[in-house]
């Protein structure tokens, strides 16, 4: 069992920049990939970045590389997003989430943190 705690969303200015953390329990987190997707009002959940547990590969859609960048450190059991330049687009839910595969499909990852919301103002 895994369990994931998202953290460090919250209000804030366009063009400033957030990290997002991601605390996980459970001695498999280490072997397990891991992602984020996010959910703005009234759409689908979106992927939005996902990295591998043994050699740190990363992936991301057009929508999101370049200002987004994940990463992990298993020592800690903990995930990150980093987000820079933030635009009221980028206004959503955001979820931690850890399976065993590299997918940007929702239904294919495992566990599923509650979210944190990320609220973006001009």
């Known amino acids: 069992q895994v369990q994931l705690v998202e953290s460090g969303g919250g209000l804030v200015q366009a063009g400033d920049s957030l990290r997002l953390a991601c605390a996980a329990s459970?001695?498999?987190?280490?072997?397990?990939?891991m992602g984020w997707f996010r959910q703005a009002p009234g759409k689908e959940r979106e992927f939005v970045a996902a990295i591998s547990w043994y050699d740190s590969s990363t992936s991301y859609p057009d929508s999101t590389k370049g200002r987004f960048t994940i990463s992990r450190n298993n020592a800690k059991n903990t995930g990150y997003l980093q987000i820079d330049t933030l635009k009221p687009e980028d206004t959503a839910v955001y979820y931690c989430?850890?399976?065993?595969?590299?997918?940007?499909?929702?239904?294919?990852?495992?566990?599923w943190g509650q979210g944190t919301q990320v609220t973006v103002f001009s």
């Open positions: 459970g001695r498999s987190f280490s072997t397990l990939y």
């Open positions: 989430v850890a399976g065993r595969s590299l997918t940007p499909t929702a239904s294919a990852w495992t566990y």
